[in-house]
């Protein structure tokens, strides 16, 4: 086949889903098409926009012979343009099994593992709701001071008035709230006690080189029509509960997809990592509020706590409290960058290492401070396949093996997915 000319349809047939939610196909002249929208086994109709020596991508114009899996989205927004759930033209039974086999491989491709080790390392460990299961939402204003949420590879803002992932205290807000142009409106709830915090970002507070800085205006400038009862900006915070324990978020921290995405979390880590039971030096790596080091290493002698933020470090000194002068049950607490981070001797040998990285992963700085640790036991919480694979390489060049690579779907609708690894150090 030639090179397709840009708005020239091309008929296609795409072999799998990839990282990134996209389907890949082949053209005739063995160059790789990324298909936005189509699933696999379907004959689609594509057109190019973006044409590459050694790839191109392509936007779906029409599916020719649909997937038994393909469904219509159930959501308006979606059908326009929202790029928020870029997956629900999959049935929701499809979904995790397709994360699967990114994640199988993404091992195999990228992270240079055998075919047959992998498929005996890798596993389903379950999906979240796929409706009202996000307790923390991003809005964008739009011109008729709406909100909305941004088209799929662009900045067209697709205007909403609900969403059917978001948690029921969100939606109520979103019928509700009006919001400045280009302002982004973040939100999130308390599934505990239904408390909603706000903080919002105005475009000509955007820092040089992108960098956003959240600032706490008045709501008259940018936006009307919150609850009363809802606690605004950065200083402003919320109680969840999680495994059966209390944590503070506040407003600027990081915190899971929704409550039940932490709990699947928080089980498939304790799964990982039997030894935090018995430990007597855990370190949470990344940590954000502490969620592993309050939940799954609550039984653990000492623990430390790493992580760069500052709201969250005042979170989990906070969620951390009741360790703080305990004679059996210690903690410490480092805030800064996790490649920068020195263990402490006097804390003890390291027992086990719970690491959740962002979406670049640990990389060769992250996976350095592990081998300082010389931890036998290692959980990775990875939520991008690419980085997981990556670091899985990573770490078994320092010489740790991949005992278990457990695959949960807590961000269904969408291409985004959460892996928790299992690392042993191997014998010298």
């Known amino acids: 086949m030639p090179t397709p000319a840009a708005q020239d349809p091309i008929t296609l047939r795409p072999e799998r889903l990839v990282a990134g939610g996209d ?50 989205p159930t959501c308006p927004f979606r059908r326009d343009g929202c790029g928020g759930c870029g997956w629900m033209h999959l049935a929701p039974h499809a979904q995790l099994d397709a994360k699967i086999e990114i994640v199988t491989e993404s091992l195999r491709r990228i992270g ?53 992932i978001a948690h029921e205290n969100l939606s109520r807000i979103i019928r509700e709230v009006e919001v400045a142009p280009g302002v982004e409106l973040s939100l999130r709830t308390s599934v505990a006690t239904d408390a909603v915090t706000a903080r919002w970002t105005r475009p000509e507070d955007r820092r040089r080189r992108g960098e956003r800085r959240r600032t706490n205006v008045a709501a008259g400038e940018s936006v009307k029509g919150l609850p009363g009862d809802v606690h605004i900006g950065d200083r402003a915070f919320l109680v969840e509960r999680v495994s059966g324990v209390d944590l503070r978020v506040s407003a600027p921290s990081f915190f899971q997809s929704g409550v039940d995405a932490a709990e699947m979390l928080v089980d498939a880590v304790e799964r990982a990592a039997p030894e935090l ?13 502490g969620l592993f080091a309050a939940t799954a290493m609550r039984h653990a002698r000492h623990v430390t706590v790493v ?24 903690v410490a607490i480092a805030r800064t960058d996790v490649a920068r981070w020195e263990p402490d001797s006097a804390n003890g040998a390291v027992d086990v ?24 036991v290692v959980v990775l ?20 093996g991949v005992d278990d690579v457990e695959v949960l779907d807590i961000f269904p609708q969408t291409p985004h997915v959460e892996c928790v690894t299992r690392f042993t150090r191997r014998g010298d």
């Open 23 to 72: 389907a890949l196909a082949r053209l005739d002249d063995g160059r790789v098409a990324f298909v936005t929208g189509a699933l696999p086994d379907e004959e689609v109709e594509v057109v190019v926009d973006v044409d590459r020596s050694d790839f191109v991508r392509a936007a779906l114009t029409e599916v020719v012979d649909p997937s038994p899996d393909r469904v219509v």
């Open 112 to 164: 240079r593992f055998d075919a047959s080790e992998v498929a005996r390392l890798v596993r389903s460990g379950g999906a979240v709701d796929p409706y009202g299961y996000r307790t923390s939402i991003r809005l964008v204003g739009t011109p008729g001071r709406g909100v909305g949420y941004r088209e799929e590879r662009s900045d067209r803002v697709v205007p909403i008035d609900h969403c059917q």
């Open 277 to 289: 039971v018995g430990a007597g030096h855990a370190v949470d790596a990344y940590a954000g509020v």
């Open 307 to 330: 992580e760069s933020s500052r709201s969250s470090c005042f979170d989990a000194k906070e969620n951390l409290r009741h360790r703080s002068g305990s004679g059996d049950r210690s």
């Open 353 to 376: 290492v719970v690491a959740d990285p962002g979406r670049p992963g640990l990389a060769k700085p992250g996976t350095g401070a592990i081998e300082r640790t010389a931890a036998p």
């Open 381 to 400: 919480v990875s939520c991008d396949p690419v980085s997981l694979a990556r670091d899985a390489r990573l770490l078994t060049e320092i010489g740790y």
